[in-house]
C-alpha cells in the first residue's frame, strides 16, 4: 500500500519570498511517479508538477521546483517568487506505473501576504 | 478539446433519495477515476473504470455505491439511500489509452459538491 504524508497543515509567505511545502511517502514499488496538485477555492484540481521516480534530475516548472529525495522518500515543493495567486491548497500524491489511481496526502493551505 | 465534464456542479438530496453524479472525460481518454474529498481533506480513491469495465473499485464502499462506464455516454457514479455521511465533493479525473513508458497524465473535472439534508 502507498502513503503519502504531509504534515504542514498550514503553510504562510510573503509575496516574492520563497516557501517550501513538505511531503514524504512511502511505497514499495519503484516504477512511481510523484505529483503536486494546487486546489484553489474554485476547487479545480490543477497538476502543478510531477517526477518520474527513475529520474534523479529534480523537476522544474517555471517558479516550482522540487527536491526530490528517494533514498529518504521525500518529495518536498519549492515556490519561489510567490504571488498571490499561489494562495491555495496543495496535494502531494503518488501513483504506481503509468495507469492507476493517486494516492493523496491530506494538503497543506498555502496563504500568501502582501 | 473540452476538458474533463462533471455535472451537475452541486447536487442537493435528502437522505434516503438516490444521487447520480456524471462524469464526461476528455475526448479520447478511456479510463476514467472517481474520487471523494471530505470536507478539510485530501481526495480518496474510490474507483477505476475503462469501458464497459471496472478495473479497481478497491475504495469504494460496499453498499450503496456503485459506478459505470458504458460504451456510449458518460461515467456514472450513482449513490442510493444517501446519508448525511455522504456529503463531499466528488472528484472525476480520465487519462488516455495506455502506452508503455509514457507518463499518461489524468486530467480532472472541476468535481460535484453533494449536500445530503
Known amino acids: 500500500a502507498q502513503t503519502v504524508t504531509q504534515s504542514q497543515p498550514e503553510m504562510s509567505v510573503q509575496e516574492a519570498e520563497t516557501v517550501t511545502l513538505s511531503c514524504t511517502y512511502d511505497?514499495?514499488?519503484?516504477?512511481?511517479?510523484l505529483f503536486w496538485y494546487k486546489q484553489p477555492p474554485s476547487r479545480q484540481m490543477i497538476l502543478v508538477i510531477r517526477?518520474?521516480?527513475?529520474?534523479?534530475q529534480n523537476a522544474t516548472e517555471n517558479r516550482f521546483s522540487v527536491n526530490f529525495q528517494k533514498a529518504a522518500k521525500s518529495f518536498s515543493l519549492k515556490i519561489s517568487d510567490s504571488q498571490l495567486g499561489d494562495a491555495a491548497m496543495y496535494f502531494c500524491?503518488?501513483?504506481?506505473?503509468?495507469?492507476?489511481?493517486?494516492?493523496f496526502g491530506t494538503g497543506t493551505r498555502l496563504q500568501v501576504t502582501l | 478539446n473540452a476538458g474533463v465534464m462533471q455535472n451537475p456542479r452541486h447536487l442537493v438530496r435528502r437522505r434516503g433519495q438516490e444521487a447520480r453524479l456524471r462524469c464526461s472525460p476528455m475526448?479520447?481518454?478511456?479510463?476514467v477515476y472517481w474520487y471523494r474529498q471530505l470536507p478539510e481533506e485530501g481526495l480518496k480513491f474510490m474507483v477505476y473504470?475503462?469501458?464497459?469495465?471496472?478495473?479497481?473499485e478497491s475504495g469504494m464502499p460496499k453498499e450503496r455505491f456503485s459506478a459505470e462506464f458504458p460504451k456510449e455516454g458518460p461515467s456514472i457514479l450513482r449513490i442510493q439511500q444517501v446519508v448525511r455521511g455522504d456529503s463531499a465533493a466528488y472528484f472525476c479525473?480520465?487519462?488516455?489509452?495506455?502506452?508503455?513508458?509514457?507518463?499518461?497524465?489524468?486530467?480532472f473535472g472541476q468535481g460535484t459538491r453533494l449536500t445530503v439534508v
Open positions: 517526477q518520474e521516480a527513475y529520474k534523479q
Open positions: 479525473a480520465s487519462s488516455p489509452i495506455l502506452v508503455i513508458g509514457m507518463n499518461t497524465e489524468a486530467f
Open positions: 475526448k479520447g481518454h478511456s479510463h
Open positions: 473504470l475503462q469501458k464497459e469495465n471496472i478495473i479497481d
Open positions: 511505497t514499495s514499488e519503484s516504477d512511481y511517479y
Open positions: 500524491a503518488s501513483r504506481v506505473g503509468t495507469a492507476s489511481k493517486l494516492t
